[in-house]
T-cell receptor, first 114, second 112 residues
Framework: KNQVEQSPQSLIILEGKNCTLQ??????????LRWYKQDTGRGPVSLTI?????NTKSNGRYTATLDADTKQSSLHITASQLSDSASYIC?????????????FGTGTKLQVIP | EPEVTQTPSHQVTQMGQEVILRCVPI?????FYWYRQILGQKVEFLVS????????KSEIFDDQFSVERPDGSNFTLKIRSTKLEDSAMYFC??????????FGPGTRLLVL
């Protein structure tokens, strides 16, 4: 069964500090992995998307890594800001027979405090 | 920047009533999706739609649910006879030729 597990479930950090969120998956066949940011009560917004051959991808203060061998990904946030407070969701897609299957992780709830 | 829009933003309905949730995907996108998120839980895939037909659906998407693209711009999710457990945030998403799905702001459905 396709699964995406994220850790930690929740995290509180001080403004300006860095943090790293983890994602482990068992989705097969693997197509791509995306990290989304979801503010409370809003739709997810894409941060990064990575395919099998990509090890790292940055988007401003967000840097995602992917190890396709161990089926792990991380999202590193540098110099956190109060506006980074949100849920961060790891989403893994598989493509089978032309159909895209999407499996969402449970998310990590990040709170950045002054 | 083009966005996916959804209406209404909130809907309250009585159990057993029919509801239609509406979405306007990004105009040149061809792949459309519905997801739901029960309060405090993770986002769950409901259905994907391409070329005027369902391409994939989850076990959640039973006979009570249907999707339609009634014209060139709207994409709707109909729940025929709502149940209490249908209360959730419903997200529409669309995708073009790339891999990224763009999500709408969601419709919060409350079934009483």
């Amino acid at each position: 069964k396709n699964q995406v597990e994220q850790s930690p479930q929740s995290l509180i950090i001080l403004e300006g500090k860095n943090c790293t969120l983890q994602c482990n998956y068992t989705v097969s066949p693997f197509s791509n992995l995306r990290w989304y940011k979801q503010d409370t009560g809003r739709g997810p917004v894409s941060l990064t998307i990575m395919t099998f051959s990509e090890n790292t991808k940055s988007n401003g203060r967000y840097t995602a890594t992917l190890d396709a061998d161990t089926k792990q990904s991380s999202l590193h946030i540098t110099a956190s800001q109060l506006s980074d407070s949100a849920s961060y969701i790891c989403v893994v897609s598989s493509n089978s027979g032309g159909y895209q299957k999407v499996t969402f992780g449970t998310g990590t709830k990040l709170q950045v405090i002054p | 920047e083009p966005e996916v829009t959804q209406t209404p933003s909130h809907q309250v309905t009585q159990m057993g009533q029919e509801v239609i949730l509406r979405c306007v995907p990004i105009s040149n996108h061809l792949y459309f999706y519905w997801y739901r998120q029960i309060l405090g839980q993770k986002v769950e895939f409901l259905v994907s739609f391409y070329n005027n037909e369902i391409s994939e659906k989850s076990e959640i998407f039973d006979d009570q649910f249907s999707v339609e693209r009634p014209d060139g711009s709207n994409f709707t999710l109909k729940i025929r006879s709502t149940k209490l457990e249908d209360s959730a945030m419903y997200f529409c998403a669309s995708k073009g030729s790339g891999e990224t799905q763009y999500f709408g702001p969601g419709t919060r459905l409350l079934v009483l």
